[in-house]
C-alpha cells in the first residue's frame, strides 16, 4: 500500500494496528523500474501508485505477475491528463499530446502493467465512483471462486488538479493492492468470507481521526478497514457500503 | 463454461435505431458514415453520429445525468422492447438479483469539454450547472442505467478502452455463476466527443475517408457512437431451438504497447483461444468472426496473423466498422449483437467500403454477403492497453 504516511504494508502495519499514531506525510510516489525508461517519464501518478502496490502484494504473496490475472479499480481516470487534454480542446489550436491521449484511458495502469511485468493475464479495469473499491473486491473475489485462479486486486486513487478538485475533491494519493488465492498458502494473512447484500449495518470506520478522513476522502482507501483488521490479525468483520441501497460484508478469518 | 442465454438484445447506432435498422443495413451493405460535422469539431474525417441526440431528453427524475452519453443509453433502452424485458426479469427475480456491467471509454466527457469552455472569467471554476458524477465519472452510465431500469443489484463500469463491452458479457456470466446476482443488464455506450476525434488525429490513426478495414491501401479508423445491450440469465435445462448463447470468453493482455497491438498479434491469439476452449469447440466449428477490423494499418496486420494462425484461410471472416464506424467502448456489445443478427438471419455481412485486399493479408475476408446457415460465430475486441476479449455466441446444441 502506498498513501500519505503509509510507505509500504510493512511500514503501515504498525499505524492500521493502532500500536503507533499515524501521522500525515504527503503521498511519496516513484516510477517503478520494471517500466521503459521513456514510459517512466511520461506515465502519471496513477500509474505509478498502481505498479507499486501490485509489485508490494505479489512480492508478499511470493507470486509472478505472469501466473496471476488482474483486477485494477479506481473511482476516475487520470486526472491530470483529463485537465490537460480539456484545457488543450478550450482553445483553438486544441494541440493533443498523443501520449497524453493513449494515457488518458481508464485502464492505462493495467496496460501499463502488463507492459512491465510482460504478463498476458487477463485483466480488467473497473469504476464504481465511490464504491470503486467494494466493486473490485467483490469482482477479484468471484472470479477466484469461479475460475480457480489467483487474483491481484489493484485499487488506487489520486487528487484531481483544479478546476476539477473543488467539484471532485479527493485529498490524497493513495494505492493498495491484495492477492486473493482460491485455496490458503504459507503466505495468506487471512480468508475472506465476503456477502453482497442490501444495506442492513453502519458502515465500518477507522478509529483514528487521521486514518477516518483518508478512508472517507478517498475512494480507494475505503478498504482501509480491511488492511487495519489484516494488520491487527484478528478476526472480524467489516462493512463497507455500495450506495444507494447495498454493501458489502466481508468476515476476516486469520490464518494461523 | 456454463452457457449463458441472451434473452434479448438491442441497438442504436448511425445505421438507425434497433436490431432491425442495423440488420437491414447489413442486408444493403449501407453505411452510415458521413464527412464530420460534429460539434466545434474541424477534422477531416468521417464520423458515424446518431442523429437527433440534441434534442433528446433523459427522463426528467434524471436530469443530472443529462449528457449525450446517457441520453443515447436511454434512447437504447426504449429501444427493441429492451425495457420492458428487464421489467419481466426484475419481476421474475427481483430487483437486487438484476446485476448491471456497462461499458464504455469516454462516459460523459463531452460535458467536461464543454464546462472547460465555460469557466468562470476570474477565479477560473467549473460552470455551477455541471454534474461531474452524473456524467463525466465513467460509472455514470452504469448508475443510469440501473437508476432508469430500477434496478438494486450488484453494478459497475469495465472500461477498458475498445474491450470494454465485450468484457462485460463475462463479468456477468462469472457474477451469475457466483449467486451474486441471477440475471444482467450488459451493454455499452460511446458517444462523440472532441477528446476521442482529436485524441486519434493526433495519433494520425484517423482516416479522411469511410474506413476501409483490410484494403491495401487502407489508412485509420472512423469514430462512431452507439449503444447495445443485451439481458443475460441463466441458460434454462433445456433451451428453446435456435436460441442464441454465450458459449465461450477469452481474454488476455498483449503486454506490448498503449496504443499499437503486438506485431504478431500474440495476445489476440491467447484470448480467440480461450474463447473456443472455454467454449469446448474447434476452429472450424465457427463459421464467422466479425473482426476487431478497424482499418488500421497495425490492426488489421495483427489481427490477420493471430486468426490464420489459428482458423487458417477458410473460415469467413469480416470487418462491420465500414457500416458503423469504431464505437470505441460501445464497439464490442455492438459487434457481438452483429454477431447475434448473423446467426438469427442466416447472413454473414461482408465488409464494405474495401475495395482491395492487402495481399499481405490472408484470411478468408469477405466482400460480399452471404446467406448461410450461421450457428456459431466468433466476435473480437482489442482495445488501448493491450486489452483483448473475444466472445463465441451460437445456437443452444
Redesign the interface.
Known amino acids: 500500500m502506498i498513501g500519505p504516511g503509509l510507505c509500504g504494508w510493512q511500514a503501515s502495519r504498525p499505524l492500521l494496528a493502532g500500536a503507533t499514531t499515524y501521522v500525515h506525510a504527503p503521498t511519496v510516489v516513484t516510477a517503478s523500474e520494471l517500466l521503459p525508461p521513456a514510459e517512466r517519464r511520461r506515465v502519471g501518478i496513477p500509474v505509478k501508485l498502481a505498479i507499486a502496490a501490485g509489485c508490494e502484494a505479489l512480492l508478499h504473496a511470493a507470486r509472478d505477475a505472469t501466473a496471476t490475472a488482474s483486477v485494477f479499480t479506481s ?3 487520470d486526472g491530470e491528463n ?1 485537465h490537460q ?6 482553445t483553438t489550436e ?5 501520449t497524453r ?8 495502469p ?3 502493467w ?2 512491465a ?13 465511490d ?2 473499491f467494494a ?1 473490485g473486491l ?2 477479484a473475489a ?2 477466484v ?3 480457480a485462479n489467483p487474483v491481484v486486486l489493484i485499487a488506487y486513487d489520486q487528487a484531481y488538479p ?3 478538485h ?3 475533491p479527493i485529498n490524497a494519493s493513495f494505492g493498495m493492492a491484495l492477492v486473493l488465492t482460491p485455496q490458503a498458502t504459507r503466505q495468506s494473512f487471512a480468508s475472506l468470507d465476503i456477502c ?3 444495506h442492513q449495518e453502519s458502515e465500518t470506520r477507522m478509529q483514528s481521526a487521521g486514518l477516518e478522513a483518508l478512508r472517507s476522502g478517498v475512494p480507494a482507501a475505503r478498504s482501509l478497514p480491511l488492511l487495519g483488521i489484516l494488520a491487527r490479525k484478528v478476526a472480524e468483520t467489516v462493512v463497507i457500503d ?1 450506495p ?3 454493501q458489502l460484508r466481508i468476515a476476516v478469518t486469520p490464518c494461523c | 463454461m456454463r452457457p449463458v442465454a441472451i434473452s434479448e438484445i438491442s441497438i442504436v447506432n448511425c445505421l438507425g435505431v434497433g436490431q432491425g435498422a442495423t440488420i437491414a443495413a447489413m442486408r444493403e451493405r449501407r453505411s452510415g458514415l458521413a464527412s464530420c460535422n460534429f460539434e466545434t469539431a474541424m477534422l477531416d474525417t468521417c464520423i458515424g453520429q446518431v442523429p437527433g441526440l440534441d434534442a433528446f431528453h433523459v427522463r426528467s427524475d434524471l436530469n443530472a445525468y443529462d449528457c449525450r452519453n446517457n441520453r443515447l443509453a436511454q434512447f437504447g433502452l426504449q429501444t427493441d422492447g429492451f425495457a420492458d424485458a428487464v421489467a419481466a426479469a426484475t419481476e421474475k427475480y427481483g430487483a437486487q438479483r438484476v446485476g448491471v456491467f456497462m461499458g464504455t471509454s469516454t462516459s460523459g466527457i463531452l460535458q467536461t469539454e464543454i464546462a472547460y469552455r465555460h469557466r468562470d472569467v476570474i477565479s477560473k471554476a467549473l460552470p455551477a450547472d455541471y454534474h461531474y458524477a452524473q456524467t463525466q465519472n465513467s460509472f455514470s452510465i452504469a448508475d443510469f442505467v440501473q437508476s432508469y431500469l430500477g434496478l438494486q443489484g450488484p453494478a459497475f463500469v469495465i472500461s477498458s478502452a475498445c474491450s470494454s463491452s465485450a468484457k462485460v458479457f463475462a463479468h456477468a456470466a462469472r457474477m451469475m455463476t457466483a449467486g451474486v446476482c441471477d440475471a444482467a443488464v450488459v451493454g455499452g455506450v460511446d458517444t462523440l466527443c472532441l477528446t476521442t476525434l482529436y485524441g486519434f488525429n493526433s495519433l494520425q490513426l484517423l482516416s479522411p475517408a469511410p474506413c476501409r478495414p483490410y484494403d491495401v491501401e487502407r489508412d485509420g479508423i472512423s469514430i462512431g457512437e452507439g449503444a447495445g445491450f443485451a439481458l443475460l440469465e441463466r441458460a434454462a435445462e433445456s433451451p428453446a431451438a435456435g436460441a442464441i448463447m454465450l458459449l465461450g470468453i477469452g481474454e488476455s493482455c498483449d503486454a506490448y504497447h498503449m496504443s499499437t497491438p503486438h506485431p504478431e498479434g500474440l495476445g489476440a491469439r491467447l484470448a480467440m483461444q480461450s474463447a473456443l476452449d472455454t467454449a469446448q469447440l474447434a476452429p472450424n466449428d465457427v463459421d464467422y468472426i466479425n473482426l476487431h477490423g478497424t482499418a488500421t494499418k497495425a490492426n488489421d496486420a495483427s489481427e490477420d496473423q493471430a486468426v490464420f494462425a489459428i482458423f487458417g484461410g477458410k473460415t469467413p471472416v469480416s470487418s462491420t466498422k465500414g457500416a458503423t464506424g469504431h464505437l470505441l467502448g460501445a464497439s464490442g456489445i455492438t459487434e457481438a449483437i452483429i454477431a447475434m443478427l448473423a446467426i438469427r438471419n442466416e447472413l454473414l455481412p461482408g465488409g464494405i467500403n474495401t475495395k482491395d485486399i492487402d495481399p499481405a493479408l490472408q484470411c478468408n475476408y469477405l466482400l460480399e454477403n452471404r446467406d448461410a446457415e450461421v450457428r456459431r460465430v466468433l466476435t473480437n475486441s482489442f482495445g488501448f492497453g493491450g486489452s483483448n476479449c473475444s466472445l463465441l455466441l451460437g445456437t443452444a446444441g
Open positions: 473511482s476516475q481516470g483529463l487534454i480539456c484545457e488543450a480542446l478550450a486544441r494541440n493533443i499530446s498523443p491521449f493513449h494515457n488518458s484511458v481508464h485502464n492505462a493495467a496496460g501499463y502488463s507492459i511485468t510482460r504478463s498476458r493475464k487477463p485483466s480488467t479495469s473497473l469504476c464504481g465512483h464504491s470503486s466493486a467483490l469482482d468471484v472470479q471462486v469461479v475460475d483544479e478546476p476539477l473543488t467539484i471532485r453482497f447484500g442490501p455500495c444507494p441501497g447495498n
